[in-house]
């Protein structure tokens, strides 16, 4: 059975925007990695094949060229705040089983 994963990355941070004024929260520094390298690779290690992203051209762009992961990435780009039920209708037609954990 094939895994694939939705991460829900378009989000500007607005209850931090200390931090996020300049720099989108997926890309804060954790560590030495931005945070969106997290839960990546635990999907990578627990054997996810494909991760959907639902991100800004911004995020988009650092994956592109940044990743090293065996995931197959796929950037859906959020020109406005959808919202959840709004990015998952908008991105229904990529997704082949609709088994959620969430």
């Known amino acids: 059975m094939e895994l694939q994963a939705v991460l829900m990355a378009a989000g500007g941070g607005s209850r931090m925007m200390d931090l996020t004024y300049s720099t989108p929260k997926a890309l804060l520094p954790v560590g030495n990695k931005p945070l969106i390298w997290y839960p990546l690779n635990l999907l990578e290690r627990v054997g996810f094949e494909e991760?959907?992203?639902?991100t800004t051209k911004e995020i988009q762009k650092l994956l592109s060229t940044d990743t090293k992961m065996k995931l197959d990435i796929v950037?859906?780009?959020?020109?406005?705040?959808?919202g959840t039920a709004d990015?998952?209708?908008?991105?229904?037609?990529k997704i082949k089983v609709w088994d959620f954990i969430n």
């Open 87 to 93: 990015a998952l209708r908008h991105i229904q037609q």
């Open 75 to 82: 950037c859906i780009q959020e020109d406005a705040d959808m």
């Open 51 to 54: 991760v959907i992203i639902i």
